[in-house]
């Protein structure tokens, strides 16, 4: 059974950084394509950023040049570098992985 624990979210300033980590666990990790998702309140989930099992990523148009996916294999970890922070930004990020959903971790950004 597959389990996704987010962690590293929190409040911060405009202008801020978080680093959001996601570690996996019960299933084969290392060429699994990882994403992250976001949920505004009263809004649907999107698509922020993903990492393929080798290594390529793709990202939102909106947070492209501020935000890093990563992924530390060793660990089963996959990781959101968030550079820049915005009011917009704020939301529960979730990290994703084919059909699973972790529970989501709070990232709020005052201006």
């Known amino acids: 059974q597959v389990q996704l624990v987010e962690s590293g979210g929190g409040l911060v300033q405009a202008g801020g950084s978080l680093r959001l980590s996601c570690a996996a666990s019960g299933s084969i990790f290392k060429y699994v394509d990882m994403g992250w998702y976001r949920q505004a309140p009263g809004k649907q989930r999107d698509f922020v950023a993903i990492i393929t099992g080798f290594g390529a990523t793709r990202y939102a148009d909106s947070v492209k040049g501020r935000f890093t996916i990563s992924r530390d294999n060793a660990k089963n970890t996959v990781y959101l570098q968030m550079n820049d922070l915005k009011p917009d930004d704020t939301a529960v990020y979730y990290c994703?992985?084919?059909?699973?959903w972790g529970q989501g971790t709070q990232v709020t950004v005052s201006s």
């Open positions: 994703n992985r084919d059909t699973h």
